[in-house]
């Protein structure tokens, strides 16, 4: 009987045991596929540090995503930020990226892949560590021009002139045309850029057209325009870069060229900035005065679309709108008369400069009106 009654027990507590069990098994699965599966998660893959890629090459990013629809990467490199890719479909986990020339190289680069669109609680994730960037070496830039179907030429070739586009963007205030100079000055040399620099950018008198500034340097307007931004080091030290035009006049063509044919033969980086670069009174054809601003004047009554300067006071000033506008009760101020397209006059009262642009034609031009506190970018010369 003691026997049956142990058994008994015995049988019992084991059935106790595995109903347990049991039960401690269904929750662990419910904490997984709730708090575990269920939960969104994205991790890189690849690069995840200490990669060495290299520059003209395809490689591709790789991640795992869960409970994601769509990504976003970007490459840091220090502070900086750079898109890589948008929109991207989570799933595929992969993206194939093209290091074009252009790219900056060295090491200290990391890869962000995040939930896109970006909001604060997205996921995202980054490299457990940096990578590098590398160039590859070549004894000439043919190798280059050949894979990217356009002219690269080495830093000896005779008679080439370096131009680049500002990191940083400035309002109207640029301390006058000597401010605009200091600016690219101190960029190009932030960027290791050796020599002298000038800013491409005219005042209101018609000795300082942007052309003519330009003329009394010390090389004139002569040269082969290049990109300053180096492409590739070659095996003896020199660099490679980009071709922009083969002289003055085929470089300022580019402003006033379809977006299309720009596509084709400047960098995406340059020539996303291309469009919002301060400007001013170029040549013989800007206007002093009574600028039609187009861009942020949708909804201004027809005075605040019209400005009586093209160059924001001669570069001094950050403001949409003159200092005496509006009126105030008992005031009687006299505004610069505009003429609209139409030949209707009109007060003056919008405070804009000359500035490239990228019209609805998705044709580029270099006389659009913008506000004076917009933050536009400074082309910068080569002296």
């Not at 492409?231 to 002289?247: E, F, N, Y």
């Not at 027809?302 to 403001?319: M, V």
């Not at 003429?339 to 044709?363: D, I, P, Q, R």
Request: charge should be neutral.
């Amino acid at each position: 009987m003691n026997g049956s009654i142990t058994d008994k027990f015995t049988a019992e507590r084991s059935l106790f045991y595995l109903i347990v069990g049991g039960i401690l098994i269904a929750l662990i699965i419910i904490f997984y596929f709730f708090f575990v599966y269920g939960k969104k998660s994205i991790g890189i893959i690849s690069p995840n540090g200490a990669e060495k890629w290299e520059i003209g090459q395809t490689y591709e990013i790789t991640w795992k995503a869960k409970k994601i629809s769509k990504v976003g990467i970007v490459l840091f490199s220090q502070s900086e930020a750079k898109w890589i890719a948008k929109n991207v479909d989570a799933s595929a986990g992969k993206y194939e990226w093209k290091i074009y020339p252009g790219q900056q190289y060295g090491d200290g680069f990391w890869i962000a892949v995040f939930e896109y669109p970006w909001k604060k609680e997205n996921k995202v994730d980054y490299s457990n560590g940096p990578f590098v960037i590398t160039y590859p070496e070549m004894a000439n830039c043919d190798n280059l021009s050949f894979e990217n179907e356009w002219l690269f030429l080495a830093s000896n070739f005779p008679g080439i002139r370096k131009v680049f586009i500002t990191e940083q963007s400035y309002n109207g205030n640029l301390e006058g045309l000597e401010g605009a100079d200091r600016k690219c000055q101190q960029e190009a040399e932030n960027l290791g850029f050796q020599g002298t620099w000038r800013a491409f950018i005219g005042g209101e008198a018609d000795e300082e057209l942007a052309v003519k500034r330009l003329e009394k340097t010390s090389r004139g307007a002569d040269g082969i325009f290049v990109e300053a931004k180096s492409s590739a080091v070659l095996i003896r030290g020199d660099t490679c870069h980009r071709l922009l035009a083969k002289d003055f006049n085929q470089f300022l063509l580019r402003f006033s060229n379809p977006l299309t044919i720009n596509s084709d033969k400047l960098s995406p980086e340059f020539l996303e900035k291309m469009d919002n670069i301060w400007l001013g009174r170029v040549n013989e054809n800007s206007k002093k005065s009574c600028a039609l601003v187009t861009i942020g004047s949708t909804y201004r009554n027809l005075a605040e679309k019209y400005s009586y300067t093209t160059t924001c006071q001669n570069w001094t000033q950050e403001r949409n709108l003159v200092q005496s506008y509006p009126l105030s009760a008992g005031e009687n101020p006299i505004f610069s008369t505009c003429y609209t397209g139409t030949g209707v006059a009109t007060n003056a009262v919008g405070l804009a400069g000359f500035s490239s642009a990228l019209t609805s034609e998705n044709k580029f031009t270099l006389n659009e009106g913008k506000y004076c506190d917009t933050k536009q970018y400074l082309l910068c010369i080569e002296d």
